[in-house]
């Protein structure tokens, strides 16, 4: 579910976040979890968690999809308050008009962009590789998200070979796929990133066209195949080939619109 609304409505300054205690040392084989919120208050109450905010809490990150681009650096400043790493998520699509919409990414004071189309990958990796050493945007972490549709070990490979610290898989993939993906990817399937909780966007996978080739039934829900998430050993193998690769394999809780 989505984070809690805040306890009284007020401005997201960073005034307002906690910083966490001394981050307790976890084991290799632990994974991290980011979280990812769509909206100013979501990111205001998730800081404020004490869940979030202890020394030994498995969130180390949140997301910031906000629907409007207005704002976002407030709310990665407070998220960076916090104690936490801040990452702004990028519009799936981008039309030649706003061809200039990475800058707007670069200079939200983020530690990292959420990638989710190819053309933006090439403009950020290009000006990340062109930045001077002391400028911010050299630091810039580029993570890809799974609209890109990295559906198997090569397409995984040539995208982290564009720039990508981190990458989710499609959501076409099942659990047992996801797995087999990171077992031939070897020490790279420590840079995946495995969503272990979300509302499933069915526009962005096969679902879709098998609806319409189905028929009438399947339109209206029947006959589609299920995979529910959490549901199943799956998943959690998937997870376990990946933090096995050693790094950090993260396991993102990311509400879909």
């Known amino acids: 579910a989505s984070a809690p609304p805040p306890p ?9 976040a906690v910083p966490r205690k001394s981050q307790a040392p976890l084991a290799d084989e632990s994974p991290r979890l980011s979280v990812l919120c769509r909206t100013a208050a979501q990111v205001q109450a998730l800081c404020a968690l004490p869940s979030v905010l ?3 809490s498995l969130v180390d990150e949140i997301m910031c999809d906000h629907l409007e681009m207005r704002g976002i650096a407030e709310s990665v400043a407070l998220v960076k308050a916090a104690g936490l790493r801040a990452v702004v998520a990028a519009p799936r ?3 030649p008009a706003e061809d200039g ?6 200079s939200a004071g983020a530690d990292a962009v959420l990638v989710r189309s190819a053309g933006l990958l090439s403009q ?10 002391d400028e911010p945007l050299k630091q810039l972490a580029l993570f890809g998200d799974f609209s890109l549709n990295a559906a198997n070990a090569p397409a995984a490979r040539l995208l982290l070979g564009c720039g990508l610290e981190r990458l989710t898989p499609t959501h076409d993939c099942n659990g047992a796929q996801a797995a087999e993906m990171a077992k031939r990817l070897g020490p790279l399937a420590a840079q995946l990133e495995l969503i272990v909780h979300t509302h499933l966007p069915i526009f962005h996978t096969g ?14 829900g029947h006959g589609l195949p299920q995979h ?10 998937a997870l376990r080939w990946c933090v096995a690769a050693g790094g950090r394999a993260a396991a993102a809780h ?3 619109r």
């Not at 009284?8 to 307002?16: E, G, M, Q, R, Y």
């Not at 919409?101 to 670069?106: D, G, H, N």
């Not at 679902?207 to 209206?220: C, I, K, N, V």
């Open 8 to 16: 009284a409505a007020s401005a997201v300054t960073a005034a307002v």
């Open 54 to 56: 202890a020394a030994n």
């Open 93 to 95: 699509v981008v039309k």
């Open 101 to 106: 919409l990475w800058r707007v990414l670069a």
């Open 124 to 133: 950020l990796a290009a000006a990340r590789d062109l930045a001077p050493d």
């Open 207 to 220: 679902a879709l066209a098998l609806s319409r080739r189905a028929g009438p039934a399947a339109a209206r």
């Open 228 to 237: 529910p998430l959490q549901r199943t050993g799956a998943e959690r193998r």
């Open 254 to 256: 990311r509400a879909g």
